[in-house]
């Protein structure tokens, strides 16, 4: 654990040789965002809006399913699409980001404000994951900068590559969420079926580092495991507040160094530090 930022990660965003993967509390930065945050946030908005069981009422992934089955699919895209209706509003933290020269983001929640940052750029695109409830057979949908679709063999041509493993809400509003969406993707994720070709060749030797993320379900450590395979044997998590015993093993585990650091603190300190290196 450290309180400071490894010099390794400023070099290797700067390199390219370092992964940003965003978790849905960067929205939380530069006083908060119009979307939900947070699994929580965005179970009580569509819960409040369709009633489910009160067992279920604060597990996003039943309370979906349980729309799903009784109200349909298209009741519950309906209440994700109104739930991220708000324009994306690109923090601090996106924009930084979509000025580094990075092979690839992986943005694990469903607004679309990272893609917002990267706007003004035609040189990257898109990979999102798709529910096979509504694309059967399928894993991922490519997209162009433009939101157009693309294939798989565009993502060569492409400076970055975001990939949004859930989905989002734009330009397509795909959303992996409800629990039979993660059964179909969960059955297949250890052999690496579900993850895109393109991530897995730009993940090769690089090091992750994850950014407004949590790891105390077991969805959220197996997605952060299976993205990040065959990387490299060394990443970071910022994490201020204090892990559970669950998150503790899987840092140690995947060797990932936690730095206790508020997120506001670490985006302000990563800023400055690029900004001294090009005014030196």
């Given at each position: ?25 960067v929205l939380d930065l530069d006083g908060g965002s119009a979307v939900p ?230 985006v302000r300190r990563l800023a400055g530090a690029a900004a001294a290196r090009?005014?030196?």
């Amino acid at each position: 654990m450290t309180a400071t930022i490894p010099t390794e990660i400023q070099a290797g965003l700067a390199g390219g040789q370092v992964i940003p993967y965003l978790g849905p509390g960067v929205l939380d930065l530069d006083g908060g965002s119009a979307v939900p945050s947070a699994p929580e946030t965005l179970v009580e908005l569509i819960t409040a809006k369709v009633t489910v069981p009160h067992k279920i009422r604060r597990n996003l992934t039943a309370a979906g399913q349980y729309i799903e089955n009784f109200k349909h699919r298209k009741t519950l895209v309906g209440l994700l699409k109104e739930a991220f209706a708000a324009a994306p509003a690109p923090n601090g933290l996106h924009r930084y980001l979509a000025g580094q020269p990075l092979p690839l983001v992986v943005d694990a929640w469903y607004d679309a404000s990272m893609a917002a940052a990267l706007a003004g750029r035609s040189d990257f695109g898109q990979v999102q994951g798709v529910s096979r409830a509504e694309h059967f057979g399928e894993w991922v949908h490519y997209f162009h900068a433009d939101g157009s679709p693309a294939a798989e063999a565009d993502a060569a041509n492409w400076n970055l590559l975001l990939y949004k493993p859930l989905g989002g809400i734009a330009p397509a509003a795909n959303f992996i969420l409800s629990d039979s969406d993660y059964v179909e993707v969960l059955t297949e994720i250890d052999i690496q079926t579900p993850i895109p070709e393109p991530v897995k060749q730009i993940r090769s030797g690089r090091h992750f580092l994850f950014l407004g993320c949590r790891f105390r379900t077991q969805l959220e450590r197996t997605y952060a495991r299976q993205i990040m395979k065959r990387s490299s044997d060394l990443h970071w998590a910022v994490l201020p507040d204090e892990p559970t015993r669950n998150e503790e093993r899987f840092l140690a585990e995947q060797r990932i160094r936690r730095i206790d650091l508020p997120l506001e603190d670490f985006v302000r300190r990563l800023a400055g530090a690029a900004a001294a290196r090009q005014a030196a």
